[in-house]
């Protein structure tokens, strides 16, 4: 953030890289406003960033755009996606094992590490109990043996770590370990389905490293006829593949108007329900109810294509796929996968990143090597 001194006090002149100069704030006919989330909207502060009070639970907003109140923002995202975030994380916390400082499998950590990297928390810090083993101790010694199960599992222990400021286990596979330029695909324990691929393709992206354009053409070329990705060969287009191939590729640099990214779009609002959630699959013999967590990965998909989850294009009968989410959501913060079934972990960990709105990947870095206990086998 860069500050600019003024008679009224410090300006807000840029954040993120958005915005003016500290020597020129006023540069543009734009600015940074500041607002607060009143419970029901955006308020706009008549103090100064340095003069407002912050209390615990507060959320506050700030915004890139012409001079005046957040009256001239009518499409500003309401806030109860975020605030629904929160109790769910605090729910998750609740689930830590006080022992390892897992969740029973490294599967469910991967999942985990999605859900509070989204809001930048770190693992070194994710205990149960003030003295219990952190989640970073619990990846540290597992995470080796888990990346050696596919490239779909070392694809999102990539995602996983960048975005909680972890480290990368020593012995650990990352995902162009199992690249074969005999093929141009990853490869691994589950073939060349799509679900492998797009982890993969996330993952070498958000280790801050480049795909293989072979690998990208591939992911790009399996899509089926009816515009969607399926898990496996002959499983059937679903919206969670494709949900992911479209975060996949848009992150390898597909363009978001591409016929490629426009036909998935159409696919997944195909399977959009009356109450404003998504199916997994529309043609499905076991029913085709809505799910928290194929909402949830659409979200993501939406929001990597630049669309609004909110907008006019994925509301029906006053529904959208955010308040279908937050319909999920019971009172102790945990999510059900579908009404009436009660809490589920899955579920809670896949509606906190489309919650707040993040897409994967979640964030882009390299990682330092830390101890780990596994050799890797390389997949060629």
């Avoid at 507060?58 to 109860?80: C, M, Y």
């Avoid at 729910?91 to 390892?100: E, I, P, R």
């Avoid at 994710?126 to 694809?155: E, F, M, N, R």
């Avoid at 399996?222 to 975060?247: I, M, P, V």
Wanted: glycine share 10%; net charge negative.
């Amino acid at each position: 953030m860069l500050t600019s001194s003024t008679d009224w006090g410090p300006a807000v002149c840029s954040i993120g890289g958005v915005g003016c100069p500290a020597n020129d704030c006023f540069c543009s006919d734009n600015h940074w406003g500041y607002s607060y989330w009143d419970g029901e909207g955006w308020q706009d502060y008549q103090v100064g960033a340095d003069s407002s009070p912050i209390s615990d639970g507060a959320v506050e907003g700030w915004r890139w755009g012409p001079f005046g109140g957040s009256e001239l923002f009518p499409d500003l995202s309401p806030a109860q996606p975020l605030l629904a975030a929160t109790p769910a994380l605090d729910w998750l916390h609740s689930q830590q094992s006080a022992v390892d400082g897992g969740y029973g499998s490294m599967g469910a950590v991967a999942e985990t590490l999605f859900a509070i990297g989204a809001n930048n928390l770190s693992t070194a810090d994710w205990k149960h109990q003030a003295d219990s083993p952190s989640l970073q101790s619990y990846v540290t010694s597992k995470g080796a043996a888990y990346s050696l199960s596919g490239v779909d599992a070392a694809g999102k222990l990539a995602v996983g770590l960048s975005a909680t400021g972890n480290c990368w286990p020593l012995d650990a596979l990352r995902p162009m370990d199992f690249y074969s330029p005999t093929t141009g695909v990853f490869m691994g324990t589950y073939g060349t389905g799509s679900e492998p691929q797009s982890w993969a393709i996330l993952g070498t992206l958000t280790l801050d490293q480049d795909v293989p354009e072979n690998a990208l053409e591939y992911l790009c070329d399996a899509q089926q006829s009816d515009s969607g990705w399926e898990w496996q060969a002959d499983f059937g287009s679903d919206k969670n593949s494709t949900s992911l191939a479209t975060q996949a590729l848009i992150s390898g640099g597909e363009p978001i108007t591409s016929s490629v990214i426009v036909d998935a779009l159409n696919f997944l609002k195909s399977a959009q329900n009356d109450n404003g959630g998504f199916t997994y699959d529309p043609k499905s013999a076991w029913g085709t109810d809505s799910d928290t967590n194929s909402t949830a990965y659409v979200v993501q998909a939406l929001l990597a294509a630049g669309q609004d989850p909110t907008s006019s294009d994925w509301t029906v009968s006053d529904n959208n796929p955010i308040s279908y989410l937050l319909s999920m959501q019971l009172p102790d913060g945990n999510f059900e996968y579908k009404p009436g079934q009660g809490p589920n972990r899955l579920a809670t960990r896949q509606a906190v990143p489309a919650l707040l709105g993040r897409s994967f990947p979640l964030k882009v870095t390299e990682l330092e090597a830390c101890y780990g206990l596994f050799m890797p086998v390389l997949y060629k």
